[in-house]
């Protein structure tokens, strides 16, 4: 098993910055990626970032060149958020994967970016 602890979220006008940190815990050897989803009101979840093992990172179009996701040798996953918007206001979730396609997910750390 794997535990996911996000902390970092917040309000913050837009323009500004935050970063979301995700501690893993637990079965943390066999990770094959982590990254960050959100879901904002009235809408599905979607996928922000996601970095693999192996350092390789992936993009939403609506973040790239704002959003930078990068990991530390103590497991944990970073989302640098610059130049953010109304629309990025979200419930962010930490999320991981291991190679047995099971899932796992944090509780979530709400982002408010006020116009």
């Known amino acids: 098993q794997v535990q996911l602890v996000e902390s970092g979220g917040g309000l913050v006008q837009a323009g500004g910055s935050l970063t979301l940190s995700c501690a893993a815990s637990g079965s943390i050897f066999i990770l094959n990626a982590m990254g960050w989803y959100r879901r904002a009101p009235g809408k599905q979840r979607e996928l922000v970032a996601v970095i693999t093992r192996g350092g390789s990172t992936n993009y939403a179009d609506s973040v790239k060149g704002r959003f930078t996701i990068s990991s530390n040798a103590k497991n944990t996953v970073y989302l640098q958020m610059n130049s953010l918007k109304p629309e990025d206001t979200a419930v962010y979730y930490c999320?991981?994967?291991?190679?047995?396609?099971?899932?796992?997910w944090g509780q979530g750390t709400q982002v408010t970016v006020s116009s």
């Open positions: 999320y991981a994967i291991n190679p047995y396609a099971n899932e796992f």
